[in-house]
């Protein structure tokens, strides 16, 4: 059974960071591209950044760029999100993703709030 657990939110001031975590099991973590999402009140869910087996990142949003690094610990089957001088329009809840055996598979979300 395929599990995706999200941490590391919280409420952070403009300027600010967190770094997320998102624990899987259910499969095997080192064979799977992981991506991180983030759903803003009224908004579609939007993709963050997707980051290869090996650890190499792909697609950050053009307003990520720079602030925004993701990387992974196949050893701890964890996937991070570190985010960095946070604005308002962060804010969000975020979700880690795997593409499993054809099927899409999402973690519970985290709430990030950034706001002073």
């Known amino acids: 059974q395929v599990q995706l657990v999200e941490s590391g939110g919280g409420l952070v001031q403009p300027g600010g960071s967190l770094r997320l975590s998102c624990v899987a099991s259910?499969?095997?973590?080192?064979?799977?591209?992981m991506s991180w999402y983030r759903q803003a009140p009224g908004k579609e869910r939007e993709l963050v950044v997707a980051?290869?087996?090996?650890?190499?990142?792909?697609n950050y949003a053009d307003s990520m760029k720079g602030r925004f690094s993701v990387s992974r610990d196949n050893a701890k089957n964890t996937v991070y999100l570190q985010m960095n001088s946070l604005k308002p329009e962060d804010t969000a809840v975020y979700y880690c993703?795997?593409?499993?055996?054809?099927?899409?598979?999402w973690g519970q979300g985290t709430q990030v709030t950034v706001s002073s």
């Open positions: 993703n795997v593409q499993y055996r054809g099927f899409v598979y």
């Open positions: 259910g499969f095997i973590f080192s064979r799977y591209a």
């Open positions: 980051i290869t087996t090996t650890g190499g990142s792909t």
